[in-house]
Antibody
């Protein structure tokens, strides 16, 4: 079955760190661009970060640049998001999303169920 | 960043109605426009790519059109399972950006 399964969401204090994981199955993981997209409670969708199939190219939203690091382990079919210096405004559901085979971010044709990150003291 | 603006923000419609949602980009994006559906408590579902190409498995009552700055998503005959929030997303340039969403509610 083609699916994405996120984990790692939690309640964390402002300034803290968290690492999210996304396990992929059912498709050739290394072929596809992968992204993280988040959704604050009651709000719309915001793209956070993307990474090429090889992992050699990474992209970030300005809102997280310098604080978040995206990576992937193609031997484990797993995508990661290391989140540092967390702020209250980072509170959101974080979705892992599969992109296309192109080297740039295009559309997202498969989404995980999401993992909730809450930043609060 | 390219700003995407959807209208209306919400609408009420009945089963069987034809529904049209508009998405406008802050600059020309050719046909680099995609649509998603999101139901409460669920992840978004991919519907349409490149403005008018239907993703595999999506019912044919969904269609998309437009190019440049103005795009539309049309549901030809609204079904009970179509009540949801719809988002457009541009893939012309990084960062990809989404519209604020259009909530389709039952009249």
């Amino acid at each position: 079955e083609v699916q994405l399964l996120e984990s790692g969401g939690d309640l964390v204090q402002p300034g803290g760190s968290l690492r999210l994981s996304c396990a992929a199955s059912g498709f050739t993981f290394t072929t596809y661009v992968m992204s993280w997209v988040r959704q604050a409670p009651g709000k719309g969708l915001e793209w956070v970060s993307g990474i090429s199939g090889s992992g050699g190219s990474t992209y970030y939203a300005d809102s997280v640049k310098g604080r978040f690091i995206i990576s992937r382990d193609n031997s484990k079919n797993t995508l990661y998001l290391q989140m540092n210096s967390l702020r209250a405004e980072d509170t959101a559901m974080y979705y892992c999303a599969k992109g296309t085979v192109a080297a740039i971010v295009e559309w997202f044709d498969l989404w995980g169920q999401g993992t909730l990150v809450t930043v609060s003291s | 960043d390219i700003q995407m603006t959807q209208s209306p923000s919400s609408l009420s419609a009945s089963v069987g109605d034809r529904v049209t949602i508009t998405c406008r980009a802050s600059q020309r994006i050719s046909s680099y426009l995609n649509w998603y559906q999101q139901k409460p408590g669920k992840a978004p579902k991919f519907l349409i790519y490149a403005a008018s190409s239907l993703q595999s498995g999506v019912p044919s009552r969904f269609s998309g059109s437009g190019s440049g700055t103005d795009f539309t998503l049309t549901i030809s005959s609204l079904q009970p399972e179509d009540f949801a929030i719809y988002y457009c997303q541009q893939s012309y340039s990084t960062p990809p950006t989404f519209g604020q969403g259009t909530k389709v509610e039952i009249k």
